[in-house]
Every structure is written in C-alpha cells, then in structure tokens.
C-alpha cells in the first residue's frame, strides 16, 4: 500500500528533476549576454524632433520605415524615435553647434556587435523568433542585427534586408554558395527554394537554425515521405534525411552523399543476401534500387520493392 501511495510523489521527482535538469542544460548553451544601451556619459533626451533639423534625408524617409510607424514610448524605450536607437541626443545636438563633426551619439559602424543587438533586443526580444536570437549562431559569431537588416530605407524591400537572400547570405556563406552551384542541388539558384525555407537566421531552437527539428523541415514540402509507413526504412527515422543526401547540393544524382547507391547502402547492409552476387555483371544487383523502389518506406513489401 505504501509504496504505492509514493509513486506520485516520485513521478512528480523525477519529473521536476528532469525538467531542472533540462533548463540546466539550456543555460549551459552559449548565448550572447544581453547589452543594454552604450552610455553616453551626461547626455539626456531632447526629442527626436531636434534631429529632424539637421538629418533632413534620414527624417524625411523615416516616416515611412515601419519603426516611423512605431510608439516607442509604449516599449519602455525612453528616448522617442530617433533616440530608442541612437541613445540620447543632448550632448551630441550641443557640440553639432560648434563641430562639423559632432560625435557623442551611437554609431552603429562603430559600436560592439554586442552593443548593437542590445539596442534592437530591446524591443524585439519579445518577438517569438527574435526572443532566442541570443543563442543563434549569428549572436554567439557576433553577426549584429544591422548587418542584415537596414533601418532607413525600409519598406524597400521585404523585412527591410539589406539584400535578399540567397544573396545577403552568401556574402557571408561563400561555401554554401559553392555548394548550391553544384550540379545535383534544391533550386536555390534558381528561385524556387530559398534558405529561409529550411532556416532562420534568429532562432537556435533547433540544430542547425533550421525551422523545424530534423526531418520535419524536409517535409513542408516532401509531405508524401512523412509516412507512416507500414513498413519503414528505420533508417530514415534513426538517422534523418541527411544520412543518405546533402541538403544544399551534390555531384550525385538525388542529392545522394555517394556517387553510387551500392556504396550508400552497402554502409549499412555488408551483409546482403548470399544471392546478392556484388560482381556479377549480369543482373546487376548494385543497382540497389532498381528492385528496392520505395527505397523511404513502404505500405505493401517489407523489402520495399512497391
Ligand atoms: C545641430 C545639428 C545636429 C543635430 C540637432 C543633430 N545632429 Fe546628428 N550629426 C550632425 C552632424 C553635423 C553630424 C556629422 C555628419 C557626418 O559626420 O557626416 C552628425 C552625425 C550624426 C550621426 C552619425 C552619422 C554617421 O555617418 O555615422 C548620427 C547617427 C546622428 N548624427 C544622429 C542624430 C540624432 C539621433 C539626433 C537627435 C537626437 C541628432 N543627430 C541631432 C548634426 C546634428
Ligand atoms: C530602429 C533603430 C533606429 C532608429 C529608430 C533610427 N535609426 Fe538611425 N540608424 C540605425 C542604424 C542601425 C544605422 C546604421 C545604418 C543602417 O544599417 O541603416 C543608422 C544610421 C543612421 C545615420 C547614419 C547615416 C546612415 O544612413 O548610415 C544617421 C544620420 C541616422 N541613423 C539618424 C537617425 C535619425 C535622425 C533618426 C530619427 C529620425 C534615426 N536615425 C532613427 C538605427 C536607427
Ligand atoms: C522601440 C522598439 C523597437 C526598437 C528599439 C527596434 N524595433 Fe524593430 N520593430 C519594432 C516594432 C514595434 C516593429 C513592427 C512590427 C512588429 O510588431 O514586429 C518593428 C519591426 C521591425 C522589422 C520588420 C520591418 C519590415 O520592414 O518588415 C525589422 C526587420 C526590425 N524591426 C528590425 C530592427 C532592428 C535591426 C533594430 C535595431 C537596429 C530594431 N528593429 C529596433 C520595434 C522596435
Ligand atoms: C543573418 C542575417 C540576419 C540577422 C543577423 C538578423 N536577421 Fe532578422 N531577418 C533576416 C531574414 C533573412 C528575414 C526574413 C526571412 C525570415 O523571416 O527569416 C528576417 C526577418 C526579420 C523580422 C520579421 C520581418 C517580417 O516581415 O516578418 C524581424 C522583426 C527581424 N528580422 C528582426 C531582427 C532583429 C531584431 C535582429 C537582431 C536581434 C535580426 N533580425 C537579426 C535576417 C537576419
Ligand atoms: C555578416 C555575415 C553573415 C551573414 C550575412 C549571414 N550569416 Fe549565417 N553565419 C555567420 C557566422 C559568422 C556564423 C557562425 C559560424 C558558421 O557556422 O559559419 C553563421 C552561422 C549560420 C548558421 C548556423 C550554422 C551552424 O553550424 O549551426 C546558419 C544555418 C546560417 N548562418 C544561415 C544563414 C542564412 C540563411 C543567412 C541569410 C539569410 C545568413 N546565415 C547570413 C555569418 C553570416
Ligand atoms: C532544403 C533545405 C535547405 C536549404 C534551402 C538550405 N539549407 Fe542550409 N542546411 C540544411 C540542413 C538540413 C542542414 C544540416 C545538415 C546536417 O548537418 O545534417 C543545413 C546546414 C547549413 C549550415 C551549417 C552546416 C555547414 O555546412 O556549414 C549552414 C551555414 C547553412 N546550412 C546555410 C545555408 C544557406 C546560406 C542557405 C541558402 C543559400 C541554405 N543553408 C539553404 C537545409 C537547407
Ligand atoms: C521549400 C520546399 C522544400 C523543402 C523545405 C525541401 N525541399 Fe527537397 N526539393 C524541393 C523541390 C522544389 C525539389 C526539386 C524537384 C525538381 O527539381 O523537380 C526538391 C528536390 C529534392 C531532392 C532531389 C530529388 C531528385 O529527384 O533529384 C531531394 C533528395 C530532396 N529534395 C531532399 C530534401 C531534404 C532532405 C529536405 C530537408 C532537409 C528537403 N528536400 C527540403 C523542395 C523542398
Ligand atoms: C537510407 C537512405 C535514405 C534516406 C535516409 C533518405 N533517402 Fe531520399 N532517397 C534515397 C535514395 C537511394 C534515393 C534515390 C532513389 C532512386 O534511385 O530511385 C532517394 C530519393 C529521394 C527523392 C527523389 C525521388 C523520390 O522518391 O521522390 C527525394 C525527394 C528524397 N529522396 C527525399 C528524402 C527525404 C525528405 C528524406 C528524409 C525524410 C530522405 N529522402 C531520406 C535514400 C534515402
Ligand atoms: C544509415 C544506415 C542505412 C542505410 C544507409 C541504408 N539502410 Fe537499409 N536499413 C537500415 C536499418 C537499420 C534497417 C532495419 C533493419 C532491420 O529491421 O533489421 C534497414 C532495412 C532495410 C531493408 C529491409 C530489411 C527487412 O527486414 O526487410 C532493406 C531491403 C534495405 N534496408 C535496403 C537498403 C538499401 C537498398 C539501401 C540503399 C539505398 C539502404 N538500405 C540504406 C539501415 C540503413
Ligand atoms: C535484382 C533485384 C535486387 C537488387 C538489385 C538488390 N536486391 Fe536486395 N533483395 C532482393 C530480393 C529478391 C530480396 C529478398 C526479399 C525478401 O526476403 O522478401 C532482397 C533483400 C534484401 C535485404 C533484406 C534481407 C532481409 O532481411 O529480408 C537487404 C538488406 C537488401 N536486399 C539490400 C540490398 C542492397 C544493399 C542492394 C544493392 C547493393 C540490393 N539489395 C540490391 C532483390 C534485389
């Protein structure tokens, strides 16, 4: 009876321990410290405004930039416009009276990375994406905000990029843009499919910054391969898509990661059938898939041959 009466109680141990245990890992990931806002040392706000004066080409267009748009006040941000970015305006507005080259404002050409994403996390770690932008490979790199994305000439293109991608991404991914110009390779190239599809550039929810964990990024598009299967290749389960192909490009045929299917699969299966003559010429069975069709799974054949 006793020991009965515990097993809640252990349950709901274990389960607590579990849960401890996982968050302990999460904060164990590295992530970039979040920075608040570069000090200006004695400067305070003034406005934004004021700035309008002596911008007149940056605060013409900014109206029309969806951060324009934006109430800053209600974000907490204690400058208004303007300054929610560039920090607070007093000193550099003064010394613009007597230099032609004031400093005393924030630069982003000149601030830390960290700084940088701090200015923008202020508002948008909020966001569900952006709120996990601190443990992405961009923050842990010290890739900022503002290298992909501009602020004043927004609204020009889609979420304000500085280019699209794939061109913004491989400015920075040069052996990804090799590996897309292979001959065997997702029609990036070509528009069809584009690294935002299988990507965020924000989020480290998942290996790899892809949208989804593992195989399911795969099919948002290759749905007719998500089974289940009554049959299925455990392969494709245990180990994932990119077992058997390279997801952005491959000299081989379907993306396959070997130039001859016998190789591929041989990895897993040396010891084929005994009738699985490997140097006969005739009959050819290193041709693995000409009788394995349904090489992902099957409803109907255990050995995948319809
Ligand atoms: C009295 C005129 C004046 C006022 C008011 C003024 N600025 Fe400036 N600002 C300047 C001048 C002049 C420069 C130097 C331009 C340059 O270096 O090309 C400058 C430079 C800057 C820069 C750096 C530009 C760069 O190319 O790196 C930023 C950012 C900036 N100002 C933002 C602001 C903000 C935000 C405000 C309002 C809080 C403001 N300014 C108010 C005159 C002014
Ligand atoms: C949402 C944040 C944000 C706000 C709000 C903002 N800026 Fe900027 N500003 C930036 C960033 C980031 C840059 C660096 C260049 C870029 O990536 O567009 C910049 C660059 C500048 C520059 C340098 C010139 C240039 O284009 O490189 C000036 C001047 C400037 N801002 C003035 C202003 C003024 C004036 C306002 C208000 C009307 C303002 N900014 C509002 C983020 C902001
Ligand atoms: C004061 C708060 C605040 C700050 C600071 C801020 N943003 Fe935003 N941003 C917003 C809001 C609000 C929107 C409107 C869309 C939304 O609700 O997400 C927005 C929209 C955007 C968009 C979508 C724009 C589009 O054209 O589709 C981008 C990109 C963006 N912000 C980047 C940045 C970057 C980069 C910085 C730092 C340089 C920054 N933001 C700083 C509040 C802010
Ligand atoms: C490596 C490049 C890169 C970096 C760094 C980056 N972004 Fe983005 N961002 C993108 C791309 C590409 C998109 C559009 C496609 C998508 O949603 O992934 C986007 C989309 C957005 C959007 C949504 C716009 C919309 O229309 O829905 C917001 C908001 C945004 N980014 C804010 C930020 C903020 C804030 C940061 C820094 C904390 C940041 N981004 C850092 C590349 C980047
Ligand atoms: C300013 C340079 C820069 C730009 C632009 C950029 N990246 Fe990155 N990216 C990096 C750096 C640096 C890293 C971390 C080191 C690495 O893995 O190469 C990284 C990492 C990544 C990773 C994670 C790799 C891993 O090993 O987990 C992915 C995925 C990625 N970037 C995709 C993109 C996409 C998609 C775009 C375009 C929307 C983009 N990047 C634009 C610099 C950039
Ligand atoms: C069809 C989906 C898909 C598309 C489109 C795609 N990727 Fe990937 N990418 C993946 C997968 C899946 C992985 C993980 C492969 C693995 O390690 O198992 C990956 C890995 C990566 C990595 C880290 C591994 C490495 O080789 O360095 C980077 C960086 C990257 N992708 C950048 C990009 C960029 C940039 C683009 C656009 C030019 C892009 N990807 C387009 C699916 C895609
Ligand atoms: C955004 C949609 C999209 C996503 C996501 C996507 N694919 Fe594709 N995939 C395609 C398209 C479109 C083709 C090209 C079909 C064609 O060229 O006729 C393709 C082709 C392929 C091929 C080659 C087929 C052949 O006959 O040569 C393989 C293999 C493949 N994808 C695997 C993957 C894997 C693995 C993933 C996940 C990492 C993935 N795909 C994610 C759209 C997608
Ligand atoms: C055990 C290795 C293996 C795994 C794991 C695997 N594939 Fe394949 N895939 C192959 C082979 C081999 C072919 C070529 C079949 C042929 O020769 O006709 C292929 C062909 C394809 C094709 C093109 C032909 C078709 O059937 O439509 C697509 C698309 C594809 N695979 C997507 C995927 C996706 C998505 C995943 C993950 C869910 C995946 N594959 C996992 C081995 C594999
Ligand atoms: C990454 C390892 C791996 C690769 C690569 C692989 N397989 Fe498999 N395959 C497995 C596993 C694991 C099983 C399940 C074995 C079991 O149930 O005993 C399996 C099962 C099978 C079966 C069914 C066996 C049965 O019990 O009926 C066939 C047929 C098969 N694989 C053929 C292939 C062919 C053809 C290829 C190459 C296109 C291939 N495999 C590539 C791991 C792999
Ligand atoms: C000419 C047709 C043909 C070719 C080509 C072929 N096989 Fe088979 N394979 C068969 C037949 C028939 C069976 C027996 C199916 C059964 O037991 O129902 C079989 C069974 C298998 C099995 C499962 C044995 C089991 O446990 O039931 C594996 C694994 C396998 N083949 C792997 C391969 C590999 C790897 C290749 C390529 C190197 C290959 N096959 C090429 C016809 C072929």
Not at 35 to 49: K, N, R
Not at 205 to 218: G, K, P, T, Y
Request: charged letters at 20%; one cysteine or more.
């Amino acid at each position: 009876m006793s020991s009965r009466g515990n097993t809640p109680i252990r349950t709901f141990l274990s389960a607590g321990l579990m849960i401890a245990f996982l968050c302990f890992c999460y904060s164990c990931q590295p992530y970039q410290k979040f920075v608040p806002l570069p000090v200006i040392p004695g400067a305070t706000y003034i406005g934004g405004e004021e700035c309008t004066d002596c911008h007149e080409k940056v605060a013409d267009a900014f109206p029309r930039t969806l951060h324009g748009k934006v109430e800053f006040e209600k974000w907490g941000i204690a400058g208004k416009g303007c300054e929610g970015c560039h920090g607070p305006g007093s000193a550099h507005s003064n010394e613009a009276e007597t230099s032609k080259t004031p400093k005393q404002i924030i630069r982003f050409k000149e601030e830390h990375p960290k700084g940088r994403m701090g200015i923008c996390l202020q508002c948008h770690r909020r966001d569900r994406e952006r709120e996990d932008f601190r443990r992405s490979q961009h923050a842990v790199s010290q890739v900022p905000c503002d290298e992909c994305h501009q602020i004043h000439k927004g609204g020009v293109r889609e979420a304000s990029l500085k280019r699209p991608a794939p061109e913004l991404c491989y400015s920075c991914h040069v052996r990804i843009q090799a590996e897309f110009a292979l001959p065997e390779r997702h029609k990036v190239p070509e528009g069809v499919v584009n690294c935002p599809d299988c990507h965020t550039s924000h989020s480290a929810a998942n290996r790899r910054q892809l949208r989804q964990a593992r195989d399911e990024v795969c099919f948002n598009c290759h749905s007719e391969l998500r089974g289940p299967w009554v049959f299925e290749h455990l392969s494709v389960y245990v180990e994932g898509c990119s077992t058997c192909h390279q997801p952005h490009g491959s000299n081989n045929r379907h993306l396959l990661a070997y130039q001859e299917v016998a190789s591929l699969c041989l990895q897993c299966h040396p010891n084929t059938p005994a009738f699985h003559n490997q140097r006969a010429v005739a009959g050819n069975f290193r041709n693995c898939t000409f009788c394995h069709v349904n090489i992902h799974g099957s409803n109907v054949n255990h050995a995948f041959f319809e």
